[in-house]
Antibody, heavy 118, light 106 residues
Framework: VQLVESGGGLVQPGGSLRLSCVASGFTFSDYEMNWVRQTPGKGLEWISF????????YDADSVKGRFSISRDDVGNSLYLQINRLRVEDTAIYYC????????????WGQGTLVTVSS | SYELTQPPSMSVSPGQTASISCSGD??????PSWYQQKPGQSPVLVLH???KRASGIPDRFSGSNSGNTATLTISGTQPVDEADYYCQAWDGSSYVFGTGTKVTVL
């Protein structure tokens, strides 16, 4: 199982980014997926969930209305569209696979760093 | 919103037992998981469904959960176990992570 994120970088407050995660080593379309972020030196914060079908999505209150999760099963890819970025969105963003047998995350990507600064 | 609270830090001597608590309302009904994160690395699943070890996790890691408190126990702690540990539960429409515990082995 491999999850490889990309798309992070330096962006000004109010800007937008689209994060990508390419999955390999498993049947991507069978799995629910998540984005989790971590401010450097701080704890983990769950951001968004998408079901295997793509029809069910959940977002944390802190990002609702600004972040949007989506998936492309043909390309084995997970996305996170981030709009109206704030300084407090600065974090490492992890792509994370949901376990099929329990409410847990069984694989994580290496993360991509998003820095929001003027 | 749902919250999970952990002690910020703890120290344990090599070979001794470390017990990390995670507190949340009716956590006993939520089958929490535990993750280990070492500096500069992504988190790794340690336990799921209260006490089931993830693939490759040594049997010195165990878990319990009852009432409002879940506990991760590391028996015979080794220097390689020094890391941050996070509990996590599903709250119906969101994952919630605990505040994290830094375990120092010295």
């Amino acid at each position: 199982v491999q999850l490889v994120e990309s798309g992070g970088g330096l962006v000004q407050p109010g800007g937008s980014l689209r994060l990508s995660c390419v999955a390999s080593g498993f049947t991507f379309s069978d799995y629910e997926m998540n984005w989790v972020r971590q401010t450097p030196g701080k704890g983990l914060e769950w951001i968004s969930f998408i079901s295997a079908s793509g029809r069910t999505k959940y977002d944390a209150d802190s990002v609702k209305g600004r972040f949007s999760i989506s998936r492309d099963d043909v390309g084995n890819s997970l996305y996170l569209q981030i709009n109206r970025l704030r300084v407090e969105d600065t974090a490492i963003y992890y792509c994370a696979r949901d376990s099929r047998t329990s409410a847990a995350i069984d694989y994580w990507g290496q993360g991509t760093l998003v820095t929001v600064s003027s | 919103s749902y919250e999970l609270t952990q002690p910020p830090s703890m120290s344990v001597s090599p070979g001794q037992t470390a017990s990390i608590s995670c507190s949340g309302d009716q956590l006993g009904d939520k089958y929490p998981s535990w993750y280990q994160q070492k500096p500069g690395q992504s988190p790794v699943l340690v336990l799921h469904q209260d006490n089931k070890r993830a693939s490759g996790i040594p049997d010195r890691f165990s878990g319990s959960n009852s009432g409002n408190t879940a506990t991760l126990t590391i028996s015979g702690t080794q220097p390689v176990d020094e890391a941050d540990y996070y509990c996590q539960a599903w709250d119906g429409s969101s994952y919630v992570f605990g505040t994290g515990t830094k375990v120092t082995v010295l």
